[in-house]
């Protein structure tokens, strides 16, 4: 049997380096713990960035795929398939929307969110001058539309020239966003809660503001929810704590709990006024094996009472990190919702992170200097203070 560096070497001599990797090579998983091949347990706050939200092995989501896989995996949009209408109407109970596309994958979903955007505009005055105004700091994927809007030069900087007609403005600032606004604007397009860009939450002050701007210029509100979404802060949707309403959204990572599949919706007023047959499609998206992956998170969510327990336990979490903060001067502030926090530093945490690796925990970043806590939504109190001895231990080793 090949150990791991072998493995890692293979993989680095087939694989394009687009990633620097840990020194692991995962085997398996249980939970919320993670087995790599030589049988080490890994405590695991980070659920594939905030992808395994129902935690690992777990037997009803296991079973319905496979179910689903001796029955039929794939048949192309050209045909209905059951799989995929249950999913569309139990994610419309869920989110409030009307209208449902699925994807492969998040930067999936923002490509159609844009398209979508543009259309509605042409089919109001027939230009193809719109513009769309998006946040600094943002991320919202790493194809070219995704990239587009995704307000961080060092992401763009080397695929230039991107799409055109964006603009950037502050999050949290709604005189930036006032000041990018003109005639051209169709579409005003944000993460709820940031997470790349360090774990920033909207204010409730800024999305109603620029909901209301929307409302008056007859701009279409977007909404980004790939990670921030399906019930990691304590909602299904972080923007329905807002008392407010995206005319689209879009949701991917934790819909499928590890199946690629992601999602746009859009209310019927856009719905009825933007896409049409021939302006859109995927040949996997919607699949009846994705989509089954969808329901069986959805009817899990429920029986589960996961948000619940994101509500319950993640108040503790903030509490325990917060008690972080006032012990160690090099920590300045905890930032987050939820089961999506970010411990800020005053130094880079790649160290930190390393260390905590070693000794069984899984961490990741966001941005050089913040530690991201984006756990399965399954944990309990025990876990998060698991965590915490593993990390105050890192923490102490300096």
Known sequence: MENMKQYIDEAEAALLHTYNRYQVVLDKGDGVYLYDIEGKKYLDFCAGIAVFALGYNNQKYNDALKAQIDKLIHTSNYYYNVPAIEAAKKLKKVSGMDRIFFTNSGAEAVEGAIKAARKYGYLKDGRTDHEIIAMEHSFHGRTMGALSVTGNPKYRDAFQPMIGNIRFAQMNDFDSVLANVNDKTCAILFE?????????????????????????????????????????????????????????????????????????????????????????????????????????????????HIIDNVNSVGSYLEKKLDELVEKYDFIKTRRGVGFMQGLVFDKPVGPVISKALEKGLILINAGTDIIRFVPPLVITKEHVDEMIAILTSCLNEG
């Open 192 to 304: 709820t809660v940031q997470g790349e860009g360090g774990i920033y939450p909207a204010t409730e002050e800024f999305m109603q503001k620029v909901k209301a701007l929307c409302e008056e210029k007859d701009i279409l509100l977007i909404l980004d929810e790939i990670q921030c979404g399906m019930g990691r802060t304590g909602s299904m949707f972080a923007w329905q704590k807002y008392g407010i309403k995206p005319d689209i959204m879009t949701t991917a990572k934790a819909l499928g709990c590890g199946v690629p599949v992601g999602a746009f919706m859009m209310t019927e007023k856009v719905g009825q006024s933007s896409l049409v047959a021939g302006d859109h499609g995927t040949t996997y998206g919607g699949n009846p094996l994705a989509t089954a992956a969808i329901n069986v998170v959805l009817d899990l969510f429920e029986e589960n």
